[in-house]
């Protein structure tokens, strides 16, 4: 019965990973599709396997440059063997709570991540410390 379980769980992950790969900028997040301008510097926080963050560094161009940051360390290395030549787009471990950019950005976003949060505020407020 543990095996079945251990089993039903690394599926689940797999079915999860399928959903963040298969998502898209402008599917995804088109308001911000529409904020995006060449040039910008921006913090994709909770990016998963970087799909968004991807379509993200496409939109802000050569000029600009893209950091997805996630807690997870599987995701970050799977966002940067998927995205990795990129060039104007890096992948972080990271925390949410405790960000050490200070004003580098001039736009931090992120997707579906608050609602997974304990203290959403406190993210929020984290965030707003980035730009």
Known sequence: MKANHVQDRTALSGKLISVLN??????????????????????????????????????????GHVVGMDANPQLIEQARQMHGSVPNLTFQVGDIYHLDYKEAFDLVTCARLLVWLSDPMGALMSMMEET
């Not at 900028?25 to 991807?54: F, K, N, Q, W, Y």
């Open 22 to 63: 298969s998502r898209s900028l402008e599917r995804t997040h088109p308001r911000l599709a529409g904020m995006l301008l060449p040039g910008l510097s921006v913090l994709d926080v909770g990016c998963g396997t970087g799909a968004i963050t991807r379509g993200i560094a496409e939109a802000v161009g050569p000029s």
